[in-house]
């Protein structure tokens, strides 16, 4: 058991290596961190938890102590990180402690917010509930939740907002980072669901990763591909990324392209394939359809043309495509360098298209990973908490929704609308416009991870639209609500989540919540009583009152869906965590999807008719059926279109955004943890040497970006990233802790533009400049 020191694990974030061979079992690392002066042998007791501050779903078990939370221990047994704890785990527990958590609900009086009783917050809601609907009907009010709550609440909140309410605004802040997931999966295979499972890294020869910095996103995934380079037979790794990661600097192969051009890439490589004949065209023929047009969209995308557009090598495309051509194992994984890039949902399903032409899906060591960012992301598209139908069915199809309106018990009339749910951006618009009256958020702070952040500020604060925040701490956008409600943090509640491979884990309350916080069920239940919602039999809606009848009422939901819960329990999660499906006949769950070459792609049976990849025009039924009446695999090519805010002469780089290992989204949790706030304590930008020299900037220069949208000031930090690229992590709000306003918000600088297909913002797509504003004392 390794318990390696607090300042290796920051400054070696991914531990100590354990190489292994191709095909072997990933061995044992257990991690764990205490508080200072707690030992293993002083623990009263430990529950069973998963990471909660990224997507890898990593298993291990709080300890608690005199009634609180003292640290964390890996699980050694558990699939997923067989013990490997990233920085995150092992230290993030701490902010569950910090001193300004709310707890008590705050209502906005003559302009301030201040403290009051549970009955006086949820009277206001509910009076102006009811008001709203009286006078504007259900599509005035609208919720907007996160990637961080556990199934139960998303399910809870769906059953409440769609059944009860009838409103069709209902999304999450997944739209910000794993909708391109979803639709492009839809888009290949007629349904969400990662093909692949984490243990395709022990068998892969080829590991392609697409726009994702796993090294920092995911680092106990990293830490097993590290373990299989350390190890006899390594793969080789092709890296698709602008900046010199860490998965860029193992790479056998980096491309780094200019933002923008990713489909371009993605077409060149299948070019390649098709013409050096690298397919598998038996498996063409049985499993898929669209191969044609595919290889007519990439006839001409040659290397040297590719290369030209994206500014990268030819040979380097030709040996990224020789490696995935010959490649006996292939393992890929996509996330925000695509999913927040122009051409988004285009440039995920080429990534499909490879392994549909070459045959390599569900089997070990081939598969997709079109990865989460946030460690519940796969939960809130399963319920139906975003821009989906609970159990991954088809809003377009009239026998699912009555199928729904069966088993929730309410009228048709109640669940069926003209178009398909509302994302999250034009909820934004109709609270602009004054359409949308009344905006619900839970868990998340858009008034930082928005897009173009002076636009969202101004619309949050608008008299006509009542805003409700249920959050731990303050934030920038608690400071706009109307009603903020205390929320029990991870740790203070119980409940089940899924991570990016289709890993379900229990994340049992290990203490309680402080003050008058109440779990984000409870708090949801409430509402929905005491609003007095009711099914056709006039029973209460949802029926179910804890954590654990929520679930099961979950597993009829799922039932005979591509997402079957009905396999699993809480009793069963208590010993490590088991991938959906899992119907009663194959208890211990399904590695991997689609090993028959079967889909759930059938006309009747899959979640979407499909769109163009361009537009974002959506596909009707019929439409559908004449293309795939067999429910195969859809192979769908792309045309490139240049990015719409391209470098200029007065914004001549381009600005992308991203994260760093040390915090999880906009620092609500991890900017209150000591070890994570002093790794990076403030924001900064990468810039390449040749751009620094040009603007006479040096590395730790105060330096102001600056976009059509606005500006902020960063320390300046010179990296082998490409020239002309620019690079803000978002993590940064206008406000620290201590409520200090600073002018370092990335998003301050992104546009509000989104793809079309999935609706997610494309926070990778805006033109910058960088000038000096103050020279390090060094100068």
């Not at 995308?301 to 995935?324: F, K």
């Not at 619900?440 to 604060?461: D, G």
């Not at 005491?530 to 029973?539: P, Q, T, W």
């Not at 654990?548 to 591509?562: I, K, L, M, T, V």
């Amino acid at each position: 058991m390794t318990t390696e020191s607090e300042g290796d694990r920051i400054t070696q974030p991914w531990g100590a290596r354990t190489p292994y061979r191709r095909g072997d079992v990933w061995p044992l690392r257990v991690d764990m961190e205490l508080a200072d002066g707690v030992h293993e042998a002083d623990v009263d007791r430990w529950v069973p938890s998963a990471s909660v501050l990224h997507s890898n779903g990593d298993a291990f078990d709080i300890a608690v102590r005199d009634g609180r939370i003292v640290g964390v221990r890996g699980r050694g047994g558990d699939r997923v990180n067989r013990g490997r704890l990233d920085p995150k785990d092992l230290f993030g527990w701490q902010a569950t402690a910090a001193q300004d958590r709310l707890t008590t609900p705050l209502i906005r009086v003559e302009g301030r917010l201040r403290p009051c009783d549970w009955d006086t917050a949820m009277d206001r809601i509910v009076s102006r509930t009811r008001e709203l609907l009286d006078a504007h009907g259900p599509e005035s009010i609208s919720f907007y939740t996160s990637g961080q709550l556990f199934l139960e609440e998303y399910y809870t909140l769906a059953v409440i907002a769609r059944g009860g309410i009838g409103t069709n605004h209902l999304d999450g802040n997944t739209r910000l980072c794993t909708a391109t997931a979803a639709e492009s999966l839809k888009q290949s295979f007629g349904c969400d669901g990662q093909p692949g499972s984490y243990t395709d890294i022990d068998h892969a020869d080829v590991i392609a990763l697409y726009g994702h910095n796993v090294a920092e996103t995911q680092g106990v995934l990293w830490s097993r591909m590290l373990d299989r380079l350390a190890g006899p037979q390594p793969p080789a790794l092709i890296c698709v990324d602008p900046r010199p990661t860490p998965v860029a600097q193992h790479a056998t192969v980096h491309l780094a392209p200019l933002p923008g051009t990713n489909v371009v890439v993605m077409n060149a490589l299948l070019h390649e394939l098709i013409a050096n004949d690298w397919i598998d065209g038996d498996y063409i023929s049985a499993h898929t359809v669209g191969f044609d047009d595919l290889a007519a969209a990439v006839s001409d995308w040659t290397p040297q043309r590719a290369a030209e557009v994206c500014g990268i090598d030819a040979d380097d495309l030709r040996r990224a495509a020789h490696l995935l051509g010959t490649a006996e194992h292939l393992v890929s994984t996509v996330l925000q360098g695509f999913y927040q890039s122009h051409q988004a949902t285009a440039a995920a399903v080429q990534v499909n298209n490879i392994h549909l032409l070459r045959g390599m899906l569900g089997r070990p060591g081939c598969g997709v990973l079109q990865m989460n960012g946030q460690p519940t992301a796969q939960n809130t598209r399963e319920c139906g908490a975003d821009g989906d139908i609970a159990g991954f069915r088809n809003w377009a199809n009239e026998k699912h929704i009555a199928e729904l309106a069966r088993l929730w018990n309410v009228d048709t009339d109640r669940l069926s609308h003209d178009g398909p749910p509302t994302d999250a951006m034009q909820m934004i618009r109709l609270a602009e416009t004054g359409d949308l009256r009344m905006l619900w958020i839970s868990a998340t702070n858009p008034v930082v991870s928005l897009p173009q952040l002076e636009r969202i500020r101004r619309i949050f604060v608008q008299d006509n639209l009542f805003v409700i925040v249920q959050d731990i701490f303050p934030t920038e956008t608690t400071e706009l609500a109307d009603v903020v409600l205390p929320a029990a943090a991870w740790g203070e509640k119980t409940g089940t989540f899924t991570n990016a491979d289709r890993t379900v884990h229990i994340s049992e309350q290990a203490v309680q919540p402080p003050g008058m916080a109440k779990s984000d069920l409870e708090i949801f239940l409430d509402f929905a009583r005491r609003m007095d919602l009711r099914d056709r039999d006039d029973a209460p809606l949802p029926p179910w009152h804890d954590p654990e009848s929520a679930f099961r009422a979950w597993q009829q939901c799922g039932a005979g869906r591509p997402c079957d819960y009905r396999g699993i329990s809480y009793q069963r999660l208590r010993d490590g965590g088991i991938q959906w499906p899992c119907p009663p006949d194959r208890p211990d769950g399904t590695e991997r999807l689609y090993q028959d070459g079967r889909f759930y792609a059938a006309p009747d049976y899959c979640e979407n008719y499909g769109k163009d990849l361009v537009s974002g025009d959506p596909w009707d039924e019929d439409r559908y059926r004449d293309f795939n009446p067999d429910g195969k695999a859809m192979i769908k090519p792309a045309p490139y279109q240049p990015p719409p805010e391209a470098p200029s002469p007065e914004y001549p780089l381009a600005l992308i955004t991203g994260r760093t290992i040390y915090h999880f989204h906009t620092r609500t949790k991890t900017g209150r943890t000591p070890q994570l706030q002093q790794a990076a304590p403030e924001v900064w930008v990468e810039i390449s040497a040749a751009d620094a020299k040009a603007a006479d900037i040096d590395d730790s220069d105060l330096v102001r970006i600056t976009t059509p949208r606005g500006s902020i000031v960063a320390r300046a930090r010179r990296t082998e990233i490409r020239p002309g690229v620019i690079f803000v992590p978002f993590h940064y709000g206008y406000w620290d802790t201590s409520g200090n306003e600073h002018d370092r918000a990335a998003n301050e600088l992104t546009r509000t533009e989104w793809d079309p297909a999935s609706k997610q913002p494309l926070f990778k797509t805006a033109a910058a400049r960088i000038e000096l504003t103050e020279s390090d004392d060094h100068r």
